[in-house]
């Protein structure tokens, strides 16, 4: 890649004409509907540290966890630094059921369970069985699955599957899938989806895909967690067939004037806080630890490419942080903020306004929940809305483009990335002066040597 200046790159990006993934402009049709998209909920069914619920839990059927976790006796939502317990999972779904409002659907970018759950189970337990271990980890996906179709009624929940979202801890693998594939179909994409056709492809390989609004989108869950560096063992077969099979959906959505939408949890780019930590005294890096092995992330990319236009929204989770990536010229990856505060992030979500014509989002508002208040508050709130909070015509690809160059250039709009960034929580917010470049360049810049470059010219 060619070394180019922060001063040359900021009227590179100011002079783009950008178009596509994240929308192209301002003019939206009559008809619009809130979509919410919500990530990571992390649910810890371990939070009350008491054996009697422990083995009321173990003993029981999900669909009877409630009445167990509501005689508790414990009010505390989870603080930060911990995954999400019965309180914050209650006042989280409350708040995404009462802004539902028209939606015809929404999106969750994975991960149900908790970190470490067969590690707790055994703690809790006192014995190694995987298969009573299996059991437990069911029944948690289960209850957490259950909550959240009593909190969205009818509508179809849009999903991808996520790292703890498995049996080994870092998954999810096979088993876990056809264990749970059922109740992914129900609870989740609420029948929306053809039974035979997702299963197909879900119980192996964790991706789907369903047409939505009468067959004008097509809605593709990826299984990126296969894309991951840290995922054991060699797992390119599976990917490859994966994004043959992702080639062959964007083909066939093309072919049928169908635009695409694509979850996924684990993002494309850079491992930002792991690569912040490292940088020199100089705020300069030699290298950038990544989210994906490189080789996949040039063939996903490249297979995007290929079918210029499908793909007019593509969302992601993991990181728990407000931010965004733009992937390729007018192509950016809107990554949710997370429900569990296990990275010192407030609790957050979004509620995007979709225009149900072109099924792109045109602006977002940020529904958070305060942790470091004396009194905690009662419910989740309104945080911000990007086109007020910005100053930007709409949610686009274009807007964020022209954002990107102003995060260099504006001192009070780079402050204000820095504080959505951990939803608020400016107590555990670990960006710095020094370190800020490695966030902003993992905003512009999807490859490692993008990344290194772009910091160590900032």
């Excluded at 009697?52 to 839990?57: A, D, G, N, R, W």
């Excluded at 169908?258 to 949890?265: F, N």
């Excluded at 990107?404 to 504006?410: C, E, I, R």
């Amino acid at each position: 890649m060619q070394h180019v200046s922060r001063r040359t790159f900021l009227e590179l990006a100011s002079a783009a004409l950008i178009s596509g993934c994240s929308g192209g402009g301002n003019s939206f049709a009559p008809g619009s509907a809130p979509l919410l998209a919500f990530s990571d909920i992390h649910f810890n069914p371990f939070y009350a540290n008491d054996p009697k619920v422990f083995q009321e839990l173990d003993a029981t059927d999900a669909s009877q966890w409630q009445g167990i976790f509501e005689s508790a006796g414990i009010a505390a939502p989870s603080l930060w630094g911990a995954d999400t317990n019965y309180p914050l999972l209650k006042l989280a779904l409350a708040s995404v059921q009462q802004n539902l409002g028209t939606s015809q659907v929404a999106i969750y970018t994975g991960d149900l369970l908790g970190h470490n759950i067969a590690g707790l189970y055994q703690q809790a337990s006192g014995s190694s069985d995987q298969a009573r271990a299996a059991s437990f980890t069911d029944k948690t996906a289960a209850f957490v699955m259950q909550q959240i179709r009593a909190a969205v009624g009818t509508i179809p929940v849009l999903f991808a599957v996520g790292n703890c979202d498995s049996y080994t801890g870092y998954g999810p693998d096979s088993t876990f899938l056809a264990h749970n594939a059922e109740s992914f179909y129900t609870q989740m994409l609420h029948g929306a989806a053809s039974e035979v056709d997702f299963m197909s492809t879900f119980q192996t390989a964790g991706n789907y895909a369903v047409e939505l609004f009468g067959g004008e989108l097509m809605a593709i869950g990826l299984n990126t967690i296969l894309c991951s560096p840290y995922v054991p063992g060699d797992n390119s077969a599976a990917v490859a067939a994966q994004f043959a099979w992702l080639a062959t959906k964007l083909a066939a959505a093309q072919g049928a004037g169908q635009k695409v939408w694509i979850v996924m949890h684990v993002p494309v780019g850079g491992f930002l806080g792991q690569t912040a930590a490292n940088v020199d005294s100089n705020g300069h890096i030699a290298s950038a630890a990544m989210m994906w092995n490189t080789d996949y992330q040039v063939s996903f990319l490249g297979t995007i490419a290929s079918h210029p236009g499908a793909v007019v929204m593509a969302i992601a989770g993991h990181t728990h942080m407000d931010e965004y990536r733009i992937m390729m010229p007018g192509c950016a990856l809107e990554i949710a903020p997370g429900i569990s505060p296990v990275f010192a992030n407030d609790p957050a979500y979004k509620r995007f306004t979709l225009d149900l014509n072109t099924f792109v989002p045109g602006d977002y508002e940020a529904m958070k929940y305060s942790l470091g208040l004396a009194t905690l508050p009662t419910q989740f709130e309104d945080y911000y809305t990007f086109t007020q909070a910005y100053g930007a015509p709409d949610y686009s690809a274009g807007s964020l483009q022209k954002l990107l160059a102003q995060l260099a250039s504006d001192p009070a709009k780079e402050a204000l990335f820095r504080q959505y960034y951990y939803s608020g929580n400016n107590s555990g917010n670990t960006i710095t002066n020094l370190n800020w470049p490695v966030y902003w360049s993992g905003v512009g810049n999807v490859s490692e040597q993008g990344i290194v470059a772009a910091v160590n010219s900032y």
